[in-house]
């Protein structure tokens, strides 16, 4: 496996006290030296857990799969995450999860790396989203269409980014509850609140930011996935087929559960190839 430079526990909001849950870890190929003068582009992985649980640790080997098998800078972030048992007096629902990642992206366009000097191309970025990640980096990229769009990214990180992949994503709550009723209590009312419809937070009802028609969205899922039907994925892409001019399906290669395609090489060899394919190194 390449050799890395690993750099962690980053504060991504470095004005406020560290709190692990905004803080970040990097891993570059060590290829890329202080001395050099081509950067690697930056993959940054949003990590799944049902806007509840998970952490930037549970994703060290994926992270390290990815940055050998591209030869790119790979971060992983943490973001706040709503409580399992949840009262009126600890509540932390959407979109403050996503504002998080929001803040941890416009840092990273922005860093002087961990010594002052950049270890990255910050023009360069791909995104990935796991689960409630893919909803969380949707939230962000497409633009509400109704009541308010809490989550506005600047023009210089829509210009950065380049693609998305969003793998065994939850994108239309109203369709996951039709399938799995018993998630509505188990995290989707904590991260959402009780409501009688979540279309006003489904991202199939949201629209590009029509500025930026760069930008390259893959939606990816796993025959295997038996905690989020492949009905959410299909459902994005048809919705992105009809409003996005760059949209790519992988629903046929992997055949893992919903978190084990994170675990092994088949997942880094299809995204780590479209990376290359799409936002190939700079020379």
């Known amino acids: 496996m390449e050799p890395l430079d690993e750099h962690t526990d980053i504060s991504y909001i470095p004005s406020e006290p560290h709190n692990n849950l905004q803080s970040f870890n990097i891993y570059i190929p060590k290829i890329y030296g202080p001395q ?15 806007w509840r649980s998970e952490d930037k640790l549970d994703h060290i080997g994926l992270a390290h799969r990815l940055a050998s ?3 790119y800078a ?11 048992e949840t009262t009126e007096d600890n509540a932390f629902r959407h979109p403050e999860h996503a504002k998080d990642v929001l803040r941890f992206l416009e840092f990273v366009i922005a860093w002087g790396g961990p010594y002052g000097n950049s270890v990255y191309n910050s023009g360069r970025l791909y995104l990935m989203g796991h689960s ?20 506005c990214p600047s023009a ?5 980014t380049k693609a998305i992949v969003m793998s065994e994503g939850i994108y239309d709550i109203d369709l996951l509850l039709s399938s799995f009723p018993a998630y509505r209590t188990w995290f989707i009312e904590a ?18 930011r029509v500025d930026y028609p760069h930008l390259r969205w893959l939606i990816v899922h796993s025959k295997g996935d038996t905690l989020v039907d492949e009905a959410q994925s299909e459902a994005m892409y048809q919705h992105l087929l009809r409003s996005v001019p760059h949209i790519t399906r992988n629903f046929e ?20 190839q479209y990376i290359i394919d799409n936002i190939p190194p700079c020379t």
């Open 36 to 50: 050099s003068t081509a950067l690697p582009p930056l993959v940054c992985f949003i990590h799944g857990g049902a």
């Open 69 to 71: 098998f591209t030869g």
């Open 74 to 84: 790979v971060a992983v972030p943490n973001y706040r995450l709503s409580p399992r």
């Open 132 to 151: 409630c990640g893919a909803h969380i980096l949707s939230s962000i990229f497409l633009e509400a269409t109704q009541g308010e769009d809490p989550l």
């Open 156 to 160: 210089e990180l829509l210009e950065s």
């Open 191 to 208: 991260a959402f609140g009780r409501r009688s419809t979540y279309g006003e937070v489904s991202v199939t009802k949201m629209n590009p």
């Open 253 to 272: 290669e992997l055949i893992e559960e919903h978190n084990d395609i994170l675990k092994g090489v088949e997942f880094v060899k299809l995204v780590g």
